[in-house]
């Protein structure tokens, strides 16, 4: 098998057996890049020259005493708006089309020590804000599986990037579903962990309670891999959680679900969820109690206010982190102003696309005196509500299921003009960040047309190691995963 096709565990066997050398792993996945990136346009910027001189000096290295990690010459992809010292990090923006951040986040940092190699950073929508990449400042990435569809958002870039076999792994992040929609989007795994478990150190804040950095890769043994390695706790980061962090790679041993409890809600099976959906994930869920889950119904009462609160929430946050984008301190600055208002105002005009001025201003109304108690404050109090009901749910089950979006991807543009469509292809990802709860999206299903469905499972706070288990009974019982686009 070609290179560029196998999972990221597969090809770690056959690198640390000296089979292949990493400077062979960085020219096939250059190669692949040559061929496929001008149509799929997954990255921003590409780092193939210096992962090249990586690879080098890592097999020179290794001739020493051939001992690797587990992440040791993988190739990643990361979503363009986690820090990378020495290499541009745009957000998909102009504001920050010429910042290179002087210091590496967390996790990068936690993946350096592991030296991997970095491909490149790849696109987004502008400042992870939207769920199709066409906010992007530097145009939309293509859907692998049909290039005239979207491959979600925000983390569009590094879901197609994978599906595409343009890296082995990727790194996004997920802010309502940001991880979780585009890997639904494109047929690969996402991974979204419990917030706190994952350093937010470095990641460029949308909003600051929702935010949570994970892996998007082939299969979810990867994905149990690539999060061992990125988890735990961050002192540079005040909401990381000092939790101990298991091993999950022995979490997917058990090949059955037997004794687990897997609860099914209604309110994600309701009018507005697409028929080839709701089909894929039923007789997923089939295929859960197939393999010993016990099934049970349950209620999440407060689903339908989610999106609501989410907006109040996302937007309020976003308003004030975005503040620091005034052309005084970094990133972009307008010329030949009058005075310091006027730098304020032409940097952010020129800066910002349309849906983050939309976003900013709709933040700042509904922070403003007068308004603040009637939707902010309201909205942190349903915020309880909603964790109230998962926290109901899980004392009578261990994990719940459900799908990860409700239609499969959509048509470049389709959607663009109408922004209330377009935050609706949401909605059975943000409760989850509202909970502050880890979910994974895994492939169970196509459509007529041949595009990817998701299965969403949604667990305990920091039981990651519970939905990688079930995800992974589920993968190997099936084939969805196994399946590849071809890009014409």
Not at 411 to 424: I, R
Request: aromatic fraction near 8%; include cysteine; charged fraction near 25%.
């Amino acid at each position: 098998m070609s290179i560029h096709k196998l999972s990221l565990c597969d090809l770690q066997k056959k690198f640390t057996a000296g089979e292949v050398s990493a400077v062979e792993i960085v020219r096939a996945y250059a190669l692949r890049i040559g061929q496929v990136e001008s149509k799929v346009r997954a990255y921003v910027n590409q780092a193939q020259d210096s992962a090249f001189t990586q690879a080098d000096a890592l097999d020179q290295q290794l001739k020493q005493w051939r001992k690797t990690k587990p992440l040791m010459g993988m190739p990643f992809a990361i979503k363009d708006n986690i820090c990378t010292e020495g290499v541009p990090t745009t957000c998909s923006s102009r504001m920050l089309q010429q910042f290179v951040p002087p210091y590496d986040a967390t996790v990068i940092a936690k993946l350096r020590e592991e030296s991997y190699l970095l491909l490149g950073k790849t696109n987004l929508d502008e400042f992870a804000m939207g769920s199709s990449t066409e906010n992007s400042a530097f145009g939309p990435s293509r859907n692998p599986w049909d290039l005239h569809r979207v491959p979600g958002g925000s983390s569009g870039g590094s879901a197609a990037a994978v599906a595409a076999d343009e890296c082995v792994a990727a790194l996004g992040s997920d802010t309502g579903g940001s991880i979780r929609q585009p890997a639904a989007f494109c047929g690969v795994v996402g991974l979204k962990p419990t917030y706190g478990r994952v350093s937010r150190y470095g990641l460029v804040a949308f909003a600051s309670s929702l935010d949570q950095i994970g892996p998007i890769t082939k299969d979810v043994r990867d994905a149990a891999c690539v999060l061992g390695v990125i988890a735990g706790h961050d002192p540079l980061d005040s909401t990381s959680a000092d939790v101990p962090v298991p091993d999950y790679m022995k979490a997917l041993a058990k090949k059955d679900l037997k004794k687990l409890r897997v609860g099914v809600p209604k309110e994600f099976f309701t009018e507005g969820l697409d028929p080839e959906v709701d089909h894929a994930v039923k007789a997923a869920i089939e295929e859960l109690k197939t393999l010993g889950a016990e099934l049970k119904d349950i209620q999440l009462p407060r689903t339908d206010a989610a999106v609501a609160v989410y907006y109040v929430l996302a937007t309020a946050e976003a308003s004030s982190n975005l503040a620091r984008f005034d052309g005084v301190k970094f990133g972009l600055r307008a010329k030949e102003t009058k005075d310091l208002l006027d730098l304020y105002m032409k940097t952010r005009q020129e800066g910002f696309g349309l849906e983050v001025k939309r976003r900013i201003m709709l933040g700042t109304y509904v922070l403003s005196a007068g308004y603040y108690d009637a939707y902010y404050g309201k909205a942190q109090a349903v915020r309880t509500l909603i964790c109230q009901d998962f926290d109901a749910a899980f004392k009578e089950v261990d994990l719940i299921v459900t799908p990860a979006t409700p239609t499969p991807a959509f048509k470049l543009g389709e959607k663009s003009e109408d922004p209330l469509q377009m935050y609706l292809s949401d909605i059975f990802t943000i409760s989850v960040n509202l909970a502050g709860l880890p979910a994974i999206a895994v492939p169970c299903g196509f459509s007529k047309s041949g595009l990817p469905i998701g299965l969403q499972l949604i667990g305990r706070p920091f039981e990651e190691d519970t939905i990688l288990r079930a995800a992974h009974a589920y993968e190997q019982a099936t084939e969805w995963h196994l399946k590849k686009p071809v890009i014409r």
